[in-house]
């Protein structure tokens, strides 16, 4: 079975960077698409972006511009380079990957554990 592991996350401010990284086990890497999405406390959990085998990225409206998904099989990672960052972004963010790239978190098979991000004004 797959294993995720993210990391990267961390307490900024609004407007700073923070790039998050998802490093997945096994050696089949390049034939699933991945994904993030993010959980703010009391919400549900959300899309943010995807990246399909082929590298084609889709964004939820509300990172669209700021966000930027990026994918090295050869390191069997995903990540997620964050600009602009608003309180609004505050969330623990999961890694995930499935067959297909999708806003549906239930299209996807395994998670990660999640890292907290956390964006103060």
């Known amino acids: 079975q797959v294993q995720l592991v993210e990391s990267g996350g961390g307490l900024v401010q609004a407007g700073d960077s923070l790039r998050l990284a998802c490093a997945a086990s096994?050696?089949?890497?390049?034939?699933?698409?991945l994904a993030w999405f993010r959980q703010a406390p009391g919400k549900g959990r959300d899309f943010v972006a995807a990246?399909?085998?082929?590298?084609?990225?889709y964004y939820s409206g509300s990172v669209q511009g700021r966000f930027s998904i990026s994918r090295d099989n050869a390191k069997n990672t995903v990540y997620l380079q964050m600009r602009s960052l608003k309180p609004d972004d505050t969330a623990i963010y999961y890694c995930?990957?499935?067959?297909?790239?999708?806003?549906?978190?239930?299209?996807?098979?395994?998670w990660g554990q999640g890292t907290q991000v956390t964006v103060s004004a």
């Open positions: 990246i399909s085998q082929n590298y084609a990225a």
């Open positions: 096994g050696r089949t890497f390049s034939r699933y698409a």
């Open positions: 995930a990957h499935g067959l297909t790239a999708t806003r549906r978190p239930d299209n996807y098979e395994a």
